[in-house]
Each structure stands twice: as structure tokens, then as C-alpha cells.
């Protein structure tokens, strides 16, 4: 019926001066357009990202504008600029549906968008209020709602209430497809209208896509033709995008003047566009694009799941080619219809979606309505007897028991109804679901994953035409009578599974491409072999007994994902691993090799010789081997040129290293647990010119008797590394430097240095934060001078010694020093202070052997120091030296009892906020007076007295601070 449809519409009516020739689709060579093409929008987003950051009254910016005109794009290009990414603190992006007429749908959008693991559960509109306050309280947010219209009118201020509670700089980018807004809004909007794009830049976006792959100069006897055209769409961009994609398919002279002249004729140019387009599709697409009008408006399209519907009900042809997939080609029927502008490709952050444009979405509806159906709540219509292809809300089920055209229905696709729509029960909702597929014997694609219940109507089993069948992962249990829809080819489970194994039946489905559920799911099932077809991911433990051997897997060489094999004691020999035939698996992305013990010595294991067996197709990516108990590692490992991460771990009689330097795609290792290791050496390396050169995450975890990790000083090693971690290795007294390309280091509890962690200082900064915990205060030629120069920030805790004055002098940049614990002597605290001269913050807390501040002639660093913070230095008394800090702003002293009024100078003018704190002998104010410049002064938890003055407000304590513009004295 889609080809009927496809082939009848009103839409493919054309002058008959122009025949429609066979469109040409992008080949290989003809690929999608890069995302992130824009076009004559620069200025206009410019105007946006200023309304955004400069203060403003009205915190909701409204972008108004034809359909077609480029406002979510242009909305897209403000929600990824730089200076919007770190004015916000928390940014979303909700699609609001023309159907989606309830609040609590878009608040919850925007829960789910802030609050990955929010409960969906949670659904009262009050409660829904409540979450969000809570989310965005004093948050800086910008909210893009995306495609609002005039029908949301009476709910816009019950949607803003909460997000009152914000900080005050927060924004609503509210996007309409309609060229006014909301009455409610007007108050509160600042109005953007969108324009039309002029003919050179509709020109520059019809080229781009006409001639994607080329240069701009190329077919210049087109370029008069095309600039034309590009004066005809009336500032479209989504019109210049579908013009572009089909002038491109030919390329001919006579085409494009064809499409000049009798094709762009109506008044409204975005419509002749479309139908135009459409008109020239490959019936196979026509079918494709037709199908997605099933989905509400602002549905995020995921390639693979409508891949899966697509050949599922039949759309999808296969080709000569033996090796090529259908799945592979419903991706690029996919690809296609993107490159055509079809499908709109939304880029997010790091996220990444496809819409179907609110016009193009109701061209699919018009084409389809012969064949393909969609019932929302509360809509009264008649079904079509035509209809092949129904999606219904849960709600709107009961009306299908009366559709006369039942046992010819193709498809049922069951979507969740609004919270807020009174529904049926469950069992009126059982009932209405068996009535219905009792009737309907010829489904192919049934889609129940929104149905929370713990077991399957009884009739599915009788659904034997049945290609594709989604479930809620409530359900307990799938009957073993599963197995007689022999033509099923995606079985998937939404959600987490309830249930820890498939019935034994699910074997029997021959034709199974895709099981989508847990892995731990299928580990246990017998016979697994059978499903050949299967792609995706797959758990297989390893038994003795017939259906459980390895040999099962032979010929499941389709698989796409992971492949977790566990019980590998359970093998005895290289030949029995060999039977796996592993090397086949040309497609497999991860691979999981798992003993059940780490300790299996007597009699000595064949682990050796079943990982030699083991091996994988040589462009494998993620390798994880755990409980390993071979002394070597196998001799393919250093095949596995295109693997990226590899795992070692708990492989506890490996001996040393293998050579994993040669890997070259090699970009995360972790080993863990590798108990017989105590040396690192040339072995590591490996014998490439470059060791470990696209290496960016290093780990090692738990390596008890490692002694040493020696540098190789003729070989350049990690080039690339970021990320170097050093765990739980006891006895470690030696490693290399660290490259001066790492970012972040983290030693703990090994030898030579307790714990060290280096860290960017900000998510956005080139500079870096120190840490160490150490009794001395050495790098030892760890860190590079790069690094040194770069760290502003440096902690210290449990110190005795300092390093040498010039290695602390490296640190140029240290701005920030904290101070904990440590043991130093006056003389080599002094020592410390004066070889950092750029010193702006300085934290003292449990420094047992200082009694005063040092003398101000050995402080370099005093001119420059605004911030120090004392806490808990027991035996401090004298204060003297801060008359010599010239620029010191906010002065903390805390716990340190032996502070009296008399320690503190005669004078220290600049200073603005003091806070004094738990300090027993403080009996008043300091002796000298309080600086002119003070602002801010708290005494807490002092002596008595202190406390007795100001409250009476006597003597020369009301006079020091009776010019304080803040005080608190408790």
C-alpha cells in the first residue's frame, strides 16, 4: 500500500514538460553534508548571543518566523557557541510537539534532559513543579523549547512558575512556528524575527548541497540557472536544502532549467520545493519517508532502530553484493534521505539526532494517509480501510476493536498516552490488546515496550508472520512457545530486564537478527548456534555439556558488539578454542575472555594454550581478558593493530609485560591485579620506532610486587599519553618522568610518593592543580618543566623537608599554596615562602612548629599576597610581619589559641574581610586598632570577654568597630 500511496498522491502531479527522471541517489563518493553547514546567519546570531548574556528584564527570547526559515537551525548554532557553553551553567533543548498541548510533558522533557536518571515516574504536574525548582535553583539555565505554538497559551505561566527560583540571568529561547507568540509570553518575550536568507546565501546553501563533494567553481554553465532558482524560494533555507540535494542528481543543463521553469510555478515556493522532492525519490525511499509520519512531530529518529523497522516490513531490498548486509543498506537509504534533507540532523553538544522538519512531517502524513495511521489522545477520526500501518496511544487501543481492515493490519505501533489522560485499567487495556491481535494474524511489526506488565498476551504466539516484536522488560517471563514465530528477526526488551534467562525455545528463531536484551539473558541458553543471524552483543558461558561448548559460536559471525565469553576453565585445549573460529568474526567490536578463578595452579591450567586458540580477527577495538592464569601472553596480541582499549585483569602468574608499545591505535590500558610483575623494562616498548604512539589513558592498579618502571632513554615513548594512574604498588621506588603531554596524574600508596594527583586547575584551563601527600617535599624529575611552569595551584600535606630552593622557584606560576600538616621548621617554611615570589593565596592549617608569621625581608612574596587563611596552628602568637603585606585583602585565622590582641601589628591598611574564629586567649580587638579599609569583620567562638564588650557595646571595642560597615561577633 506504501507503494500505492507513493505512486497515487496529488503530490506527484508535475507538468508533463518535465518528465521525472530516475533520481540518482549519493553514492560512496557523494556523502552526507558535513554537519554544522550554516549560512548567512552569522549576524543574526550574534544579535542572539548578546540578548542572552547581557543583562535583561525579559528572560525569554522568542524566535519568530515562517516555517522553513531557519530558526531551529539558527537556534542550534546559538546553543553550541563557546560563549554561551560557559555563560550557562545547565543548558536543554526540548522539542515541543504541536500534539504535546499538556505542560507536564515539556516539564518533564526538560527533568530528563537536566536529570539523566530523573524517575519517570514521578508525574503530578505539582510534583513535576517541585523537581524542577529544585533542579535550576540558583542555576544559571538556558532552555531552548523548540517548536512552541499558539495552543499552549493557558499553561505558559504554569510552565515559568518554577523557573522563577533560577538565577537571575537565566534564559527561555522559545522557537515558534507560527509568526506570533503566545499572549501569555508578550509581558515577558523579547520578540527576534527570523527573516528569509537573501539569494546569494540561498545560493551558497543550494550550491553546498548540489555540489557537496566538489568545489565551489565547478559546473559553472549551471551557476546562472541555480542563482535563478535560488531567487525563486523566497529565502528558504530548508527549501534551498531539498532544491540543492535534487538539482544535484543530475547535474544536466536541461534539468535544472526544467526546475526553473516548471517546477518552482506556485506561490508558496517551500511547498513546490517539497513536493518536488518527493516526487523524484526512489520509490524504495518514497515507502521509507512515507513510514516515519507513524511518529509524532519532533521524534529523535535513531538510524538503527528504523533500519530495523524498515526491513522488518519489507522496504528494504537486498543486493548482489554477498557481503553487504540489509542492514547496511536501510543505512543508507537512511544516509540518502539525510543527504536529500529528508531527515535534519541536530547536533547538540555531543549529542547527536535526526528530526523530520514539521513540513516535511506533514508532506509524510499526506503522502501516507492511505496506508500509514496515527491516533493520539482525545482524537475522533475514522480509520481508512486502507490503513496497513496503525500507531496508536494506549489510551486511544479500545477504538481498534472496531476497525473492519484488522486481519489485513501490517503494523502496531502502541505509544504511552499522556499522564495526565484518564486511562483505562490494565485489564480493560488486556482485554481491548488480545481482541485486537487475535484479529490480526498478519502483523509483521508489533511494538509493546511501553506495556508495563509482567506477562505476554497469549496470542502472540500465533502471530507466525511476525518480524519485529518489542517488549517491556517488566515482563517475568517469555513463554516457551516464543519459538514458533520462526520469521522473527528483532526481538527487543526496553528497559531493564525482570527476568535473568530467555526460555530455551528462542533457540528455534532461526531467522533472530537482533536480540536486544541483556546480555546475562542469553549466557545460559543451549544451543545457541542455531541463531547464525545474530548480530549485536552476546554473553556465552562455557560448559562441558552438549549446547554449552565453545563451538556453539562458530558460525554466529555476524556479531557487532560484545562477545563475553565466560568459563573458559571449562576448555582444555587450543584445538577445542579454535573451534569458536573467533577469526571469522570480522565485525566484532569488543571481546570479554573470563576464567571463573584467578587461582587454579594444581594441576597446572591449559589457559596458555586455550587464549592461543582464542584469537580474534586482527581489527577487533576493546579486549578485556580477566583471571588469566598464563605465565605469557598469547603471541596474536600484537596483531591487534586497530584495538583501542585493552584490559588486563587479575592475570596473576603473568610474568612480565608483552610488548604492547607496538599497538599503534592503542588508546586506553588498564592492568589490573598483576601479582607476578616486578619490573618494567624495554619488553613494555615493544620494537617500533614510536612506543604506545596514539596512547592517551595509562593505568595500573594493584601491582604488588612492582619495583620498577625503568625509562628507555633512546626510544620517544607515549606522545600522546593524558592520563597516567598508579595505584596500590607497594614496593614501586621508580618511574619515568611523566610526558609533557599528560594532563592528569594519580599516584597512590606506592613507595616513593604516597599519594600525587595533577589536574587541569579549571575544566577550561591550560593550567594545573598539585596535590601531594609526602614526607618530603621532592618531584624527583617526575614532573616536566612544562608542567612545573604551569601549575598555579600547589597542596601539601604531611611534609618534613622542602626541596631544593630552586625546584620550588620553577614553580613560576604557583599562585595558590595550602600548607597541611607539615612538618617544617620556621627556618624552612621561611625558605619555602621566599622562592615564590608570585604567591597571591596562602592556607596554613596544622603547622605545629610555626610561631610566626616570617620576617617580612625574606618574603618575596608579600607585595603580591591578597588571601591567607591560618587554621589550627597551635603554637602561633605572632602576627607581626602582615603590616608588610601590602595587598592582602581577606584574612582567616582559626583554632589557634595562642592569637591575643597583641598579635596582631600596628598596622595593616589594606585589609577588607577578617574572620576570627574559635581563638580561646582573644580576649578584644586587636590593640592597634582595626585598617580604615576593613568591610567585612566575624568573631566567632573567642574568649568570653570579647563577646561580653561588644554586646555592651563598651570601651574601645565599639570605637574599632563602629566604622565597619558589616560586623557579626559572637
Known amino acids: 500500500m506504501l507503494d500505492k500511496a507513493a505512486g497515487g498522491s496529488s503530490f506527484n502531479s508535475l507538468p508533463p514538460a518535465m518528465p521525472p527522471p530516475r533520481r540518482r541517489m549519493p553514492d560512496s563518493g557523494r556523502g552526507v553534508l558535513q554537519a554544522g553547514l550554516f549560512v548567512g546567519r552569522h549576524k543574526e546570531k550574534g544579535d542572539i548571543v548578546q540578548m542572552l548574556i547581557q543583562p535583561c528584564a525579559k528572560p525569554v527570547i522568542s524566535l519568530v518566523g515562517a516555517g522553513g526559515i531557519g530558526k531551529t537551525t539558527l537556534a542550534q548554532m546559538v546553543f553550541n557557541d563557546a560563549t554561551v557553553r560557559d555563560h550557562f551553567d545547565v543548558k536543554c533543548w526540548v522539542s515541543v510537539s504541536c500534539s504535546s498541548n499538556k505542560m507536564e510533558l515539556v516539564v518533564a522533557d526538560i527533568l530528563r534532559s537536566l536529570k539523566p536518571a530523573w524517575d519517570d515516574k514521578m508525574v503530578?504536574?505539582?510534583?513535576?513543579?517541585s523537581e524542577l525548582r529544585r533542579?535550576?535553583?540558583?542555576?544559571?539555565?538556558?532552555i531552548v523549547l523548540d517548536d512552541v505554538w499558539n495552543s499552549m497559551d493557558e499553561i505558559w505561566l504554569d510552565m515559568l512558575a518554577p523557573l522563577q527560583s533560577a538565577d537571575i540571568g537565566s534564559r527561555i529561547i522559545a522557537i515558534h512556528r507560527i509568526e506570533t507568540v503566545p499572549r501569555n509570553l508578550t509581558a515577558s518575550s523579547q520578540l527576534y524575527a527570523v527573516n528569509p536568507l537573501n539569494s546569494d546565501d540561498c545560493w551558497a546553501l543550494l550550491k553546498e548541497h548540489a555540489f557537496p563533494s566538489d568545489s565551489g567553481d565547478v559546473y559553472p554553465d549551471l551557476h546562472p540557472i541555480g542563482k535563478q532558482i535560488a531567487a525563486k524560494i523566497n529565502g528558504s533555507p530548508l527549501a534551498a536544502k531539498l532544491v540543492g540535494g535534487l538539482l544535484g542528481d543530475t547535474r544536466s543543463k536541461i534539468h535544472w532549467t526544467n526546475i526553473m521553469?516548471?517546477?518552482?510555478?506556485?506561490?508558496n515556493a517551500v511547498s513546490s520545493v517539497l513536493r518536488l522532492s518527493y516526487k523524484y525519490l526512489p520509490v524504495h525511499l518514497k515507502r521509507c519517508f512515507a513510514y516515519c509520519s507513524l511518529f509524532p512531530e519532533d521524534y529523535k529518529f535513531d538510524p538503527a532502530h528504523l533500519s530495523r523497522l524498515w526491513i522488518a516490513e519489507g522496504f528494504v531490498q537486498p543486493q548482489d553484493m554477498a557481503d553487504k548486509r540489509m542492514e547496511d543498506i536501510a543505512r543508507e537509504y537512511f544516509d540518502q534521505l539525510l543527504s536529500c534533507s529528508f531527515f535534519q540532523e541536530i547536533k547538540l553538544g555531543p549529542k547527536t539526532y535526526y528530526l523530520v522538519h514539521g513540513l516535511l512531517h506533514d508532506l509524510a502524513k499526506s503522502v501516507a494517509a492511505e496506508d500509514c495511521f496515527r491516533i493520539d489522545d482525545g482524537m475522533n477520526c475514522d480509520i481508512p480501510s486502507t490503513v496497513r500501518h496503525l500507531s496508536v496511544t494506549m489510551n486511544s487501543l479500545p477504538g481498534l476493536t472496531s476497525f473492519c481492515s484488522l486481519e489485513e493490519l501490517r503494523t502496531l505501533l502502541i505509544r504511552p498516552s499522556l499522564p495526565s489522560n484518564p486511562s483505562?485499567?490494565?485489564?480493560?487495556?488486556?482485554v481491548n490488546l488480545i481482541s485486537i491481535l487475535e484479529k490480526s494474524k498478519q502483523l509483521r511489526v508489533l511494538d509493546l515496550s511501553c506495556l508495563n506488565s509482567e506477562e505476554l498476551p497469549h496470542c502472540i504466539d500465533d502471530l507466525l508472520h511476525l518480524r519485529y516484536l518489542s517488549i517491556h522488560g517488566s515482563v517475568q517471563r517469555l513463554p516457551e512457545s516464543i519459538g514458533?514465530?520462526?520469521?522473527?528477526?528483532?526481538l527487543c526488551f526496553t528497559g531493564k530486564c525482570s527476568f535473568d534467562k530467555l526460555p530455551e525455545s528462542v533457540t528455534m528463531l532461526v531467522n533472530l537478527r537482533h536480540l536486544l536484551v541483556e546480555t546475562?539473558?542469553?549466557?545460559?541458553l543451549a544451543g545457541i548456534g542455531r541463531l547464525a543471524n545474530l548480530q549485536g552483543s552476546l554473553e556465552f558461558h562455557v560448559e562441558k555439556r552438549e549446547g554449552h561448548k565453545l563451538e556453539e559460536l562458530r558460525n554466529i559471525n555476524g556479531l557487532r558488539g560484545l562477545l563475553k565469553i565466560e568459563g573458559l576453565e571449562n576448555v582444555s585445549s587450543c584445538e577445542e578454542a579454535c573451534k569458536a573460529e573467533l577469526s571469522k568474526k570480522t565485525h566484532l567490536n569488543s571481546l570479554n575472555f573470563e576464567w571463573s578463578s584467578a587461582s587454579r595452579n594444581n594441576p597446572p591450567p591449559a589457559d596458555a594454550?586455550?587464549?592461543e586458540g582464542l584469537q580474534p580477527h586482527q581489527d577487533i577495538k576493546v579486549l578485556h581478558i580477566r583471571r588469566y592464569c598464563g605465565a605469557k601472553a598469547p603471541s596474536w596480541l600484537q596483531s591487534l593493530q586497530q584495538v583501542r582499549s585493552l584490559h588486563l585483569i587479575n592475570c596473576r602468574s603473568l610474568g612480565s609485560l608483552p610488548p604492547l608499545g607496538n599497538l599503534g591505535s592503542l588508546t586506553y590500558l588498564h592492568m589490573k591485579e598483576l601479582c607476578a610483575v616486578d619490573r618494567i623494562g624495554h619488553e613494555f616498548y615493544g620494537n617500533s620506532d614510536v612506543a604506545f604512539p596514539s596512547l592517551s589513558v595509562l593505568e595500573f592498579d594493584d601491582f604488588p610486587k612492582l619495583c620498577e618502571w625503568a625509562r628507555i632513554e633512546d626510544k620517544n615513548s607515549f606522545p600522546c599519553l593524558k592520563r597516567l594512574i598508579i595505584v596500590d604498588c607497594p614496593e614501586l621506588v621508580k618511574i619515568p618522568s611523566f610526558p609533557a603531554t599528560t594532563r592528569e596524574v594519580t599516584i597512590e600508596r606506592t613507595s616513593f610518593m604516597p599519594y600525587m594527583r595533577l589536574a587541569p586547575f579549571s575544566s577550561s584551563s591550560e593550567k594545573l592543580q598539585l596535590d601531594v601527600c609526602t614526607t618530603s617535599v621532592h618531584f624527583n624529575g617526575l614532573l616536566h618543566k612544562q608542567h612545573v611552569e604551569a601549575v598555579v595551584a600547589l597542596n601539601i600535606s604531611g611534609a618534613e623537608q622542602v626541596g631544593v630552593a630552586e625546584e620550588i622557584g620553577s614553580l613560576v606560576s604557583l599562585q595558590r599554596l595550602q600548607l597541611s600538616r607539615c612538618n617544617f621548621t620556621e627556618q624552612n617554611f621561611s625558605n619555602f615562602l621566599q622562592a615564590l615570589p608570585c604567591l597571591s593565596s596562602l592556607e596554613m592549617i596544622d603547622l605545629p612548629n610555626i610561631t610566626s608569621l616570617p620576617p617580612s625581608e625574606t618574603l618575596r612574596c608579600s607585595t603580591m599576597l591578597t588571601e591567607l587563611s591560618i587554621r589550627n596552628c597551635q603554637f602561633l602568637h605572632s602576627l607581626s610581619s602582615l603590616q608588610f603585606f601590602d595587598s592582602l585583602k581577606f584574612l582567616v585565622i582559626e583554632r589557634c589559641p595562642k592569637?591575643?590582641?597583641?598579635?596582631f601589628p600596628s598596622n595593616f591598611s589594606s585589609l577588607k574581610v577578617l574572620r576570627i574564629s574559635y581563638c580561646s586567649e582573644l580576649q578584644s580587638l586587636p590593640e592597634c586598632g582595626l585598617p580604615s579599609s576593613l568591610e567585612t569583620l566575624h568573631v566567632i567562638g573567642c574568649h568570653p570577654e570579647l563577646s561580653r564588650q561588644s554586646r555592651n557595646m563598651k570601651g574601645h571595642c565599639s570605637e574599632k568597630i563602629a566604622l565597619v560597615p558589616s560586623v557579626l561577633i559572637q
Open 124 to 129: 503530578d504536574f505539582q510534583t513535576l513543579q
Open 135 to 142: 533542579a535550576l535553583t540558583s542555576k544559571r539555565y538556558l
Open 261 to 267: 521553469e516548471t517546477g518552482l510555478q506556485d506561490d
Open 424 to 430: 483505562c485499567s490494565q485489564e480493560d487495556f488486556a
Open 484 to 490: 514458533k514465530l520462526l520469521h522473527l528477526q528483532v
Open 520 to 524: 546475562k539473558c542469553t549466557a545460559g
Open 609 to 611: 594454550k586455550v587464549l
Open 899 to 903: 592569637v591575643t590582641a597583641a598579635s
